[in-house]
């Protein structure tokens, strides 16, 4: 049977030993891995090795556009106001855009009805409509939903 003396000489051994190999990893990280004298240093690798994103077509998630209303009139003997608006388009997905043209259509809402528009994009430039008129009530609050895109 192990006596209590001789546990208490194991259980520092096994410190002195913990200590050490502690040390010593911490060693390797701060200097970096030992190599032969004789061995040239590895080149790093990049740790991805994920293929760029392709270009795409994005989908109608990927874009929003906001309203920038540039005009309002609202003639006090008129039930409603006209609007001119101008969109804000903006891509907001992950992956490039193709390098074909395509065409986003929306909606803006909060008029008196839905008015349907679309814009087409050429790699990372919109041609867009400004100051498109829309009838509406009094403080109406524009806003677009993007529908489709297609190309």
């Not at 740790?47 to 009139?73: D, G, H, M, S, Y």
């Not at 855009?97 to 528009?117: D, I, R």
Request: aromatic share 8%; net charge neutral.
């Amino acid at each position: 049977m192990i006596t209590t003396t001789t546990r208490k000489w194991l259980a520092g051994i096994a410190l002195i030993a913990i200590v050490a190999s502690g040390v010593g990893v911490a060693a390797v990280m701060i200097f970096g891995s030992i190599t032969a004298p004789d061995q040239p240093p590895q080149a790093s690798t990049p740790r991805t090795t994920f293929a760029p994103p392709t270009p795409k077509v994005p989908t109608p998630l990927e874009f929003t556009v906001n309203v920038i209303v540039t005009e309002q009139q609202c003639p006090p003997e008129a039930p409603g106001c006209t609007y001119k608006y101008t969109i804000e388009p903006k891509y907001v997905g992950l992956h490039p855009l193709p390098e074909t043209p395509f065409t986003v259509f929306y909606e803006v809402v909060g008029g008196n009805a839905p008015q349907k528009g679309e814009f087409t994009v050429h790699k990372d430039q919109a041609k867009i409509l400004k100051d498109v008129v829309l009838e509406g009530p009094p403080a109406a609050q524009l806003r677009a939903n993007v529908l489709q895109v297609a190309g």
